[in-house]
Nanobody, 122 residues
Framework: VQLVESGGDLVQAGGSLRLSCVAS????????IGWFRQAPGKEREGVLG?????????YYADSEKGRFTISSDNARNTVYLQMNSLKPEDTAVYYC???????????????WGQGTQVTVSS
């Protein structure tokens, strides 16, 4: 499985970005894709996940609720992370990850992309 993220950029606080994650090389459709981020000097943290099987989503932290949403275009094998009202503390490298099969939102992800940098200036 290969994952390619894109869409990271430098944006001012209050702005928006949409990240994309294109997945390839998988066989079955019972998987989940999650977005994670890692800021300098901090541990990696979960952002949002979405299940291909039933479209269910999971917020890994409450701080993104109301600002971030996740969606998918299954025909394009692409998952999007829409980020609105961005804050400087959202600055991080954002990674998408693939869990195959989808066993649970707290379980390990099997494959990871290379990441895309999001920088929010104040």
């Amino acid at each position: 499985v290969q994952l390619v993220e894109s869409g990271g950029d430098l944006v001012q606080a209050g702005g928006s970005l949409r990240l994309s994650c294109v997945a390839s090389g998988f066989t079955f459709d019972d998987y989940a894709i999650g977005w994670f981020r890692q800021a300098p000097g901090k541990e990696r943290e979960g952002v949002l996940g979405i299940s291909r099987r039933d479209g269910s989503t999971c917020y890994y932290a409450d701080s993104e609720k109301g600002r971030f949403t996740i969606s998918s275009d299954n025909a394009r094998n692409t998952v999007y992370l829409q980020m609105n009202s961005l804050k400087p503390e959202d600055t991080a490298v954002y990674y998408c990850a693939f869990q195959d099969p989808h066993t649970g939102w707290g379980d390990e992800y099997d494959y990871w992309g290379q990441g895309t940098q999001v920088t929010v200036s104040s």
